[in-house]
């Protein structure tokens, strides 16, 4: 996943609704761990679109 | 590694957390209060809006200090622009304040302090430690530093990204539909009344609603939520946030002085709140108003409970998730049937056309509520909308 962090306001909203709790707010970096499975749901809500998908 | 040893490890500084400290360490415990952020209270993820009446019930005096401002009604604005205004003395408990959270946040960790509670500030959690399949305490990160803190039981006060409970095992997923993806902006240099919330919607906000949340005289929280299943474009809610701002002849010279964002559940809280060893509170139970997103009372409630039952438990030094049961038990009898009704007729708001929400506004303000509530607004509903309250009309 690519974070811009000109645009994350760390609000946390990708975390709580992330169905595989693969991400970590970590006071001011989002860290992805292994059981991310690229669902994407954090890049469709995230408020101000700070997640893009990586290529695969 | 530095390793502590306490009764109660409470993972976030936020009402709830606070909450469960104050009382832990009022029944005697020894309780460490954890937070991972670098200020109790900010940065701000809340629109602050808050009823009266329950601060009563949590023993907490209403003080100057963290009330920025006092409503004397609400507005509900639907997409024609109909409006039906909720004048103070028919609102009664729905009506209230705006707080400074930033202040209020900490007026109730101060009060964990004073209770004994010991606060550790950039501490977060990282994950759970067990011990024979036990849960034995968390790992924590502190001020960069790895730590573990040991303790009889944990309580879960993370807020909205709720992790702790899913580290322990407990399910805390949520539907697209059960979410709403917020941002909101403190608006200066708009023509609002200060003295009224106003909550607009309809299609402006998909699934969810657009609030003013007066700060002052030209001043305001102007937010957003839009249900995450109904997101199309990417930064949705920042995207009909603006359009609505664009085009409200009160909002369009305003400007911003902040910007926040935030997740909020909306189902009727979490199946299991406890396990052996681990209680959860507040938004990380996900135990919010399903139709409003209004958690902060819910959280203080639930971390009240949670503290007197750790008190209880220490007793017989027995944290099962049997001995915890009295806690499922107080916030459910409190909370659970509005809870599950607010959820159900969320679902039904969030499905109804523009025309129809129109008509709801217009009955609203003919027909005669007493004091108006969700519930009494429910009832005017099943009155003449049968339809939109079919399937839960019981709870009415």
Known sequence: MIVSYDKCLHCGCCVGSCPKNAIYLNDYVLEFNKDCNKCGRCVKLCPVAALTMERA | ?396
């Not at chain 2, 209230?96 to 500030?121: S, T, W």
């Open chain 2, 1 to 396: 590694m530095k390793k502590f040893n306490c009764d109660i490890v409470v993972v976030g500084g936020g009402p709830g957390g606070s909450m469960a400290s104050k009382y832990a360490a009022l029944g005697g415990l020894d309780v460490i209060m954890i937070e991972k952020k670098a200020e109790i209270g900010a940065p701000l993820r809340c629109a602050e809006g808050v009823s009266k009446k329950w601060l009563a019930e949590i023993d907490v005096k209403p003080d100057p200090k963290w009330i920025c401002a006092d409503m004397a009604g609400a507005t509900i604005r639907s997409p024609s622009g109909y409006t039906f205004q909720l004048d103070e003395s028919k609102a009664g408990a729905e009506v209230g304040y705006v707080l400074e959270r930033h202040l209020f946040d900490k007026a109730l960790a101060e009060q964990a302090a004073a209770a004994g509670a010991k606060i550790m500030m950039r501490t977060g959690c990282t994950g759970v430690i067990r011990k024979d399949g036990k849960l034995v305490g968390i790992k924590a990160r502190c001020m960069g530093d790895e730590i573990e803190i040991y303790a009889k039981c944990i309580v879960a006060a993370d807020g909205f990204e709720s992790q702790v409970a899913r580290w322990a095992g407990i399910d805390t997923k949520l539907e697209a539909k059960d979410i709403d993806t917020c941002i909101q902006y403190r608006m200066t240099n708009i023509d609002i009344d200060p003295k009224y919330c106003e909550f607009v919607i309809g299609s402006e906000a998909p699934g969810g609603y657009i609030w003013i949340f007066p700060k002052g005289e030209r001043i305001a929280n102007v937010g957003i939520g839009v249900q995450v299943a109904k997101c199309k474009h990417g930064a949705d809610p920042k995207y009909y946030l603006d359009k609505f701002i664009e085009k409200d002849e009160r909002l369009k010279k305003g400007q911003i002085l902040e910007i926040v964002g935030g997740g909020v559940s909306t189902c009727p809280g979490l199946d299991d709140s406890t396990a052996d060893n681990l209680v959860i509170v507040g938004d990380a139970a996900r135990i919010i108003d399903p139709i409003t997103g209004g958690g902060i009372a819910h959280a203080c409630r639930t971390g009240m409970y949670a503290g007197k039952v750790l008190t209880e438990c220490a007793k017989k030094n027995d944290f099962s998730k049997n001995a915890l049961k009295p806690y499922e038990k107080m916030w459910r009898d409190r909370m659970e049937d509005k809870l599950y009704r607010n959820w159900m007729a969320k679902e039904r708001f969030a499905s109804l056309s523009d025309d129809i929400l129109d008509d709801l506004v217009k009955m609203m303000g003919d027909a005669n509520i007493g004091e108006v509530n969700v519930h009494n607004l429910l009832k005017a509903v099943k009155e003449k909308y049968p339809q939109v309250v079919e399937g839960f009309e019981d709870l009415i």
